[in-house]
Protein backbone atom coordinates (compact mmCIF):
# COMPACT_ATOMS: atom_id res chain seq x y z
CA UNK A 1 0.00 0.00 0.00
CA UNK A 2 1.30 3.30 -1.00
CA UNK A 3 1.91 5.71 2.10
CA UNK A 4 0.19 8.69 0.80
CA UNK A 5 -2.70 7.58 -1.77
CA UNK A 6 -4.54 10.03 -3.70
CA UNK A 7 -6.57 10.20 -6.96
CA UNK A 8 -4.83 11.46 -9.76
CA UNK A 9 -7.90 12.83 -11.41
CA UNK A 10 -8.29 15.45 -13.38
CA UNK A 11 -11.51 16.98 -11.99
CA UNK A 12 -13.06 19.17 -14.37
CA UNK A 13 -14.86 21.38 -12.80
CA UNK A 14 -16.82 24.41 -13.86
CA UNK A 15 -16.34 27.75 -12.62
CA UNK A 16 -18.55 28.69 -9.17
CA UNK A 17 -18.88 24.78 -8.62
CA UNK A 18 -17.86 23.13 -5.76
CA UNK A 19 -14.82 20.01 -5.67
CA UNK A 20 -14.21 17.83 -3.40
CA UNK A 21 -11.43 15.21 -3.17
CA UNK A 22 -10.05 12.81 -0.30
CA UNK A 23 -6.05 11.08 0.90
CA UNK A 24 -5.32 8.18 2.10
CA UNK A 25 -2.89 7.63 4.49
CA UNK A 26 -0.97 3.97 5.78
CA UNK A 27 0.87 5.68 8.64
CA UNK A 28 -0.90 5.73 12.30
CA UNK A 29 1.49 7.40 13.53
CA UNK A 30 1.47 10.15 11.00
CA UNK A 31 1.19 13.32 13.19
CA UNK A 32 0.64 16.38 10.67
CA UNK A 33 -1.20 16.71 7.76
CA UNK A 34 -1.17 19.37 4.96
CA UNK A 35 -2.01 19.97 1.93
CA UNK A 36 0.57 21.51 -0.42
CA UNK A 37 -0.77 23.10 -4.16
CA UNK A 38 1.72 22.75 -7.00
CA UNK A 39 1.20 24.37 -10.24
CA UNK A 40 2.83 22.98 -13.13
CA UNK A 41 6.76 23.23 -12.96
CA UNK A 42 7.04 24.97 -9.96
CA UNK A 43 7.14 24.09 -6.27
CA UNK A 44 4.64 23.14 -3.87
CA UNK A 45 3.38 25.63 -1.53
CA UNK A 46 1.23 25.62 1.53
CA UNK A 47 -1.85 25.72 1.27
CA UNK A 48 -3.25 25.11 4.12
CA UNK A 49 -2.64 22.48 7.65
CA UNK A 50 -5.27 19.88 8.49
CA UNK A 51 -6.70 19.69 12.14
CA UNK A 52 -8.27 17.15 14.11
CA UNK A 53 -11.32 19.45 14.05
CA UNK A 54 -11.47 20.42 10.55
CA UNK A 55 -10.47 23.75 9.72
CA UNK A 56 -11.31 26.42 6.75
CA UNK A 57 -9.58 28.93 5.22
CA UNK A 58 -11.55 31.33 2.71
CA UNK A 59 -13.22 28.70 -0.07
CA UNK A 60 -11.11 25.89 0.71
CA UNK A 61 -11.89 23.53 3.90
CA UNK A 62 -10.12 20.78 5.11
CA UNK A 63 -10.75 17.40 7.30
CA UNK A 64 -8.95 14.82 8.95
CA UNK A 65 -10.59 11.32 9.91
CA UNK A 66 -7.60 10.02 11.98
CA UNK A 67 -9.58 6.41 12.56
CA UNK A 68 -9.91 6.07 8.86
CA UNK A 69 -6.96 7.35 7.97
CA UNK A 70 -8.19 9.61 5.44
CA UNK A 71 -7.85 14.02 5.21
CA UNK A 72 -10.38 15.81 2.46
CA UNK A 73 -10.41 18.95 0.64
CA UNK A 74 -13.01 20.87 -0.56
CA UNK A 75 -13.06 23.92 -2.62
CA UNK A 76 -15.81 26.32 -2.64
CA UNK A 77 -16.95 28.28 -5.30
CA UNK A 78 -13.47 27.40 -7.41
CA UNK A 79 -11.78 30.03 -9.25
CA UNK A 80 -9.89 29.65 -13.16
CA UNK A 81 -6.84 30.60 -10.67
CA UNK A 82 -7.86 27.24 -8.66
CA UNK A 83 -6.31 24.97 -11.55
CA UNK A 84 -3.24 22.83 -10.35
CA UNK A 85 -2.60 19.85 -8.62
CA UNK A 86 -3.28 19.62 -5.02
CA UNK A 87 -0.44 17.36 -3.12
CA UNK A 88 -1.99 15.48 0.23
CA UNK A 89 1.10 15.68 2.55
CA UNK A 90 1.89 13.80 6.04
CA UNK A 91 4.36 14.31 7.96
CA UNK A 92 5.79 11.09 10.57
CA UNK A 93 7.68 13.43 13.06
CA UNK A 94 11.08 11.74 14.38
CA UNK A 95 13.18 13.43 17.22
CA UNK A 96 15.61 14.65 14.69
CA UNK A 97 14.15 13.86 11.19
CA UNK A 98 11.10 15.71 10.08
CA UNK A 99 10.52 13.95 6.35
CA UNK A 100 7.37 15.29 4.23
CA UNK A 101 6.02 12.17 2.66
CA UNK A 102 3.65 13.32 -0.41
CA UNK A 103 0.81 11.75 -2.55
CA UNK A 104 0.83 11.48 -6.23
CA UNK A 105 -0.88 15.08 -6.45
CA UNK A 106 -4.68 15.19 -7.72
CA UNK A 107 -5.09 17.51 -10.67
CA UNK A 108 -7.87 19.73 -10.56
CA UNK A 109 -9.25 21.86 -14.05
CA UNK A 110 -11.47 24.43 -13.67
CA UNK A 111 -12.68 25.34 -16.96
CA UNK A 112 -15.41 28.38 -17.44
CA UNK B 1 8.04 38.11 2.36
CA UNK B 2 10.92 35.91 2.67
CA UNK B 3 11.72 33.03 0.90
CA UNK B 4 13.83 30.48 -0.40
CA UNK B 5 15.97 30.21 -3.09
CA UNK B 6 17.91 28.17 -5.54
CA UNK B 7 20.67 28.26 -7.65
CA UNK B 8 20.84 27.48 -10.70
CA UNK B 9 17.36 26.97 -11.87
CA UNK B 10 18.74 24.32 -14.52
CA UNK B 11 21.31 22.81 -14.83
CA UNK B 12 22.59 20.44 -17.64
CA UNK B 13 25.54 18.03 -17.13
CA UNK B 14 27.44 14.81 -18.40
CA UNK B 15 26.88 11.24 -16.76
CA UNK B 16 29.63 11.10 -14.41
CA UNK B 17 29.61 14.58 -13.62
CA UNK B 18 29.58 15.86 -10.43
CA UNK B 19 26.58 18.66 -10.00
CA UNK B 20 26.60 21.35 -6.93
CA UNK B 21 23.00 22.27 -6.43
CA UNK B 22 22.85 25.42 -4.38
CA UNK B 23 20.06 27.23 -1.85
CA UNK B 24 19.79 29.87 0.50
CA UNK B 25 16.88 29.19 3.28
CA UNK B 26 15.39 31.56 4.85
CA UNK B 27 17.53 32.96 7.16
CA UNK B 28 16.07 32.58 10.66
CA UNK B 29 15.32 28.47 10.20
CA UNK B 30 17.14 26.04 11.47
CA UNK B 31 15.69 22.83 9.69
CA UNK B 32 17.13 22.04 5.71
CA UNK B 33 15.56 19.40 3.57
CA UNK B 34 16.58 18.30 -0.14
CA UNK B 35 13.62 16.85 -1.96
CA UNK B 36 13.19 15.57 -5.59
CA UNK B 37 10.87 15.10 -7.83
CA UNK B 38 11.23 12.89 -11.02
CA UNK B 39 9.04 14.59 -14.48
CA UNK B 40 5.54 12.86 -13.91
CA UNK B 41 6.15 11.42 -10.55
CA UNK B 42 5.54 12.33 -6.77
CA UNK B 43 7.78 14.66 -4.80
CA UNK B 44 10.36 12.45 -2.95
CA UNK B 45 12.36 12.89 0.45
CA UNK B 46 15.60 13.18 -0.19
CA UNK B 47 17.48 14.15 3.07
CA UNK B 48 17.02 16.19 6.05
CA UNK B 49 19.71 18.50 8.08
CA UNK B 50 20.18 19.73 11.44
CA UNK B 51 22.58 21.70 13.66
CA UNK B 52 25.38 21.05 10.75
CA UNK B 53 24.46 16.95 10.37
CA UNK B 54 22.22 14.77 8.86
CA UNK B 55 19.12 13.81 10.74
CA UNK B 56 17.43 11.73 8.31
CA UNK B 57 17.73 10.51 4.66
CA UNK B 58 16.39 8.32 2.45
CA UNK B 59 17.10 5.21 0.73
CA UNK B 60 17.59 7.44 -2.73
CA UNK B 61 20.35 9.25 -0.57
CA UNK B 62 23.24 6.94 -1.47
CA UNK B 63 26.76 7.20 -0.84
CA UNK B 64 27.04 9.59 -4.09
CA UNK B 65 24.69 12.08 -2.46
CA UNK B 66 26.22 14.41 0.46
CA UNK B 67 24.63 17.61 1.91
CA UNK B 68 27.01 20.81 3.14
CA UNK B 69 26.34 23.87 4.95
CA UNK B 70 29.20 25.82 3.99
CA UNK B 71 28.57 28.90 5.61
CA UNK B 72 26.07 30.55 7.51
CA UNK B 73 23.87 31.07 4.27
CA UNK B 74 24.38 28.27 1.89
CA UNK B 75 23.20 24.89 1.88
CA UNK B 76 24.37 22.48 -0.93
CA UNK B 77 23.26 19.07 -2.23
CA UNK B 78 26.35 17.37 -4.19
CA UNK B 79 26.03 14.39 -6.53
CA UNK B 80 29.69 12.98 -7.34
CA UNK B 81 28.92 11.02 -10.02
CA UNK B 82 25.72 11.46 -11.84
CA UNK B 83 23.31 9.01 -13.31
CA UNK B 84 20.32 9.52 -16.01
CA UNK B 85 17.92 8.37 -13.83
CA UNK B 86 19.03 11.25 -11.33
CA UNK B 87 17.23 13.95 -13.84
CA UNK B 88 14.84 15.49 -11.89
CA UNK B 89 13.66 18.66 -10.04
CA UNK B 90 15.51 19.56 -6.96
CA UNK B 91 13.73 21.46 -4.45
CA UNK B 92 15.25 22.44 -1.05
CA UNK B 93 12.96 23.51 1.60
CA UNK B 94 13.51 25.42 4.98
CA UNK B 95 11.25 25.41 8.57
CA UNK B 96 12.37 27.35 11.75
CA UNK B 97 11.57 24.80 13.77
CA UNK B 98 10.85 20.70 13.34
CA UNK B 99 7.17 20.91 13.39
CA UNK B 100 6.61 23.78 11.24
CA UNK B 101 5.79 24.25 7.85
CA UNK B 102 8.62 23.68 5.45
CA UNK B 103 9.03 26.29 2.83
CA UNK B 104 9.95 25.41 -0.51
CA UNK B 105 12.42 27.23 -2.91
CA UNK B 106 11.99 27.15 -6.69
CA UNK B 107 14.07 24.18 -7.58
CA UNK B 108 16.51 23.65 -9.71
CA UNK B 109 16.28 21.33 -12.81
CA UNK B 110 18.89 18.81 -13.51
CA UNK B 111 18.64 17.10 -16.66
CA UNK B 112 22.07 14.24 -16.72
CA UNK B 113 22.57 13.81 -20.41
Known amino acids: RKEVEQDPGPFNVPEGATVAFNCTYS??????FFWYRQDCRKEPKLLMSVYSSGNEDGRFTAQLNRASQYISLLIRDSKLSDSATYLC?????????????FGGGTRVLVKP | EPEVTQTPSHQVTQMGQEVILRCVPI?????FYWYRQILGQKVEFLVS????????KSEIFDDQFSVERPDGSNFTLKIRSTKLEDSAMYFC???????????FGPGTRLLVL
Open chain 2, 93 to 103: ASSQEIQETQY
Open chain 2, 27 to 31: SNHLY
Open chain 1, 89 to 101: VVNSLKAAGNKLT
Open chain 2, 49 to 56: FYNNEISE
Open chain 1, 27 to 32: NSASQS
